[in-house]
């Protein structure tokens, strides 16, 4: 193992791991209603740091930030600075991602280019993320926007995931497995069932909002009756996914006999998607608790990056196969 493929390995892990907490940040964005703590982009308020008190905006702030909110501007510190430090570790994940691509270069240009080219990709990615993350403040949080920044940060970790997934082949032995051809159709509909789960979740989050609206907090614990069928088959799904993922590490299980890097990541798969459950039923039976939103939806995200590990790994003949000139 090179000193620069241990570099790029383990800054990738550092950008995952950044990029899966931009998703929780970005899930606790919307559950305390801070999208437009900062009313315009990139700067918050016109400045590059943003006010802690309403003393240190003009008198007329309404009317130079609210017209586009049709004047509906209340300055609350705490929601600007939550938006702010989201815009933030948008900038950190940006550097980190570039940083990846630099150390893909220098360890892997000659060995296998298709890591470089996946890294630099990925960085492309997250510049348009960024210009995406414009959209949805000058949109007003327009849902679809929303959905479409959240996808694409999904599928930045896929790239940079299979990217570092593949730098493992040359290091790690991968435990074979007789009955492959199964078990990838498998892993493929947990990605393909979960995946689904996770966009029927935003659109659930969407009908949430509404009832909150309508009814008020003093009725959250009655919100779960008023959600309607969206609701109803997230909840149903939810256990079609349960049973396929403990299907995957049954089968995982009983076909290897010597424990490795595949097992560990069924073994987190299982634990990940077990707290998934938990989080889930919390916020069906507790009122909806805004701090249990967001990691609702980032377990959600992280099941199906461990997935997508696994079925990589088991598929690591063709997936893995160099392309290097």
């Not at 991602?97 to 298709?114: E, L, M, P, Y």
Request: charged share 15%; with cysteine; hydrophobic share 50%.
């Amino acid at each position: 193992m090179t000193t620069h493929g241990k570099v790029f390995r383990k800054l990738g892990f550092w950008t995952i791991g950044a990029i899966y907490f931009l998703i929780l940040v970005g899930g606790i964005v919307r559950a305390t209603g801070s999208g437009m703590g900062c009313p315009d982009w990139p700067r918050c308020f016109g400045s590059w740091v943003p006010p802690t008190d309403i003393s240190q905006l003009p008198s007329n702030y309404k009317e130079i930030y609210g017209e586009k909110l049709k004047g509906e501007i209340e300055f609350n510190a705490v929601k600007t600075w939550i938006e702010y430090v989201n815009r933030l570790i948008g900038v950190l994940i940006g550097i980190l991602v570039f940083g990846t691509f630099v150390s893909s270069f220098v360890s892997f240009r000659k060995k296998d280019k298709t890591i470089v080219l996946l890294s630099l990709l990925a960085t492309i990615l997250v510049a348009f993320e960024g210009w995406l993350g414009s959209k949805v403040v000058s949109s007003e949080l327009h849902p679809v926007m929303i959905t479409l920044h959240m996808i694409l940060s999904v599928i930045i970790v896929m790239i940079l995931l299979y990217a570092v997934a593949r730098s493992y082949n040359y290091v790690v032995k991968i435990e074979d497995i007789a009955d492959k051809s199964s078990l990838s159709f498998l892993v493929s509909a947990a990605i393909f069932l979960t995946t689904g789960q996770v966009l029927l979740g935003t659109q659930v989050r969407e009908v949430v909002d509404k009832v909150a609206a309508s009814m008020g907090e003093a009725m959250r614990t009655e919100w779960v009756a008023n959600l309607g069928g969206k609701f109803q088959m997230h909840a149903l799904f939810s256990m079609v996914i349960v049973l396929i993922n403990l299907v995957i590490y049954y089968k995982i299980k009983k076909s290897i006999s010597e424990k490795g890097i595949l097992t560990r990541f069924t073994n987190w798969l299982v634990i990940v998607v077990g707290i998934e459950l938990v989080s889930g039923l919390t916020l069906a039976y507790l009122g909806f608790p805004n701090f249990m939103q967001p990691v609702h939806l980032t377990l959600g995200v992280l099941a199906i990056g461990i997935q997508f590990v696994i079925f990589l790994f088991l598929n690591k003949e063709r997936v893995f196969r160099s392309i290097a000139s």
